[in-house]
């Protein structure tokens, strides 16, 4: 009765239709499918209203996250066939042999860890976790600038502790090979201007989008991330950092403990959702600094196990307080990077060189034979 009732099927099976507008037919199911999903978000939508929320944001969430799933055509389903998956993963395990050493997702442009983490995959949270002043954001816009400039990945950069000025004039100083001092000064010499000229030119083609909105909101996030993947496509999401997000729901009965937890769990869902990889800064707390050790473990990470238990890969970057003369400059140092978590492979530890001025991080082999 919901098509039209049997009249319309004895309609429809007196209609000869010919394999000439096979084509042309399965369009027209297509098209009213996509339609009928469209009306069912509506009535959804309309539900959701109607209920009248207390949290108006988590209701424009899920009234948006309906016409997104619709915009991209995707049915929720509930079981899958065990039969149907495993074809699926023998024509990734073909694709994998096929093009075996090949990294599979987006690189850091660091080799080390690249050959650790074979790239950033899709739907994975990617925690990278240091004490202040270690370097995490320069890191995370090393990695952004490789995926963008190198790799042509387009990447969204959430900002909540930089304004977005701050962050151009550090792309600029790591892409351009010029201390960001002068930049932030203006005490540039000539052949700094040679250098920042093809810098730019190679930063305004990169497909690179940023919002510094302070004290963000977990689902303001995850509505602005699938607008600019509808929008303009999305191959990573980096959030600088998880401590300053603010959760969504919030009462005099939560603490900040559960709040950590809430954003944690919405970038891990946002992860999946849009099927790429999210690397969210995070900080330490101070339990490294009071160990004769100074290696970060899991359980420092700040106000939250739920972080430890969301991540699917956790990087700690820290440095060791006393070094030999050699592994360390007025410019630059040694710092570790220690894949503590590493869901679905190795963990390992690698050393990167910082080039603070540039705020460039490099590699540690590489500087050292720079050097030679």
């Not at 469209?38 to 969430?61: F, H, M, N, R, V």
């Not at 970060?296 to 003369?325: N, T």
Request: aromatic letters at 6%; glycine letters at 6%.
């Amino acid at each position: 009765e919901g098509i039209g009732g049997r009249s319309y099927l004895s309609t429809l099976s007196n209609q000869t239709p010919t394999a000439v507008h096979a084509v042309q037919y399965a369009r027209i199911v297509e098209r009213k499918g996509v339609l009928r999903n469209l009306i069912g978000a509506a009535g959804k939508i309309a539900g959701i209203g109607y209920e009248d929320p207390s949290e108006i944001q988590e209701a424009i969430d899920r009234a948006e996250s309906e016409l997104f799933q619709v915009s991209n055509r995707r049915i929720t389903v509930g079981f899958s066939v065990l039969k149907d998956l495993l074809h699926s993963a023998y024509d990734r395990l073909d694709y994998l042999h096929a093009h075996r050493g090949e990294l599979s997702g987006v690189t850091s442009g660091f080799a080390d860890l690249d050959a650790l983490t074979t790239g950033f995959q899709k739907s994975d949270l990617i925690v990278v976790a240091a004490r202040p002043s270690i370097g995490k954001t320069s890191f995370a816009l090393n990695i952004a600038e490789h995926a963008a400039v190198r790799e042509r990945k387009s990447v969204g950069v959430f900002s909540l502790e930089m304004s977005k000025e701050q962050l151009v004039l550090r792309l600029l100083s790591s892409v351009a090979n010029i201390d960001s001092k002068r930049l932030r000064t203006g005490f540039l010499e000539e052949m700094d201007f040679a250098r920042i000229a093809p810098a730019m030119n190679d930063l305004s083609e990169a497909p690179v989008y940023i919002d510094d909105t302070p004290n963000i909101t977990s689902m303001e996030l995850r509505t602005k991330a699938r607008r600019l993947q509808a929008e303009a496509g999305l191959d990573l999401v980096v959030v600088d950092y998880l401590q300053l997000m603010q959760a969504t729901t919030t009462n005099r009965d939560s603490n900040r403990v559960q709040e950590v937890s809430e954003i944690s769990r919405g970038l891990k869902a946002l992860a999946r959702e849009l099927s790429v990889p999210v690397i969210a800064l995070s900080q330490l707390s101070r339990q490294p600094e009071m160990r004769e050790s100074k290696e970060p473990r899991l359980s420092d990470l700040r106000e939250s196990g739920a972080i430890e238990q969301d991540a699917d890969l956790v990087l700690f970057l820290w440095r060791e307080k006393e070094r030999a003369g050699e592994e360390q400059d007025a410019d630059g140092e040694v710092i570790n990077v220690k894949l503590a978590k590493h869901r679905n492979g190795p963990t390992g530890d690698i050393q990167l060189w910082f080039r603070k001025s540039q705020t460039r991080f490099q590699s540690y082999a590489g500087q050292r034979y720079a050097e030679a």
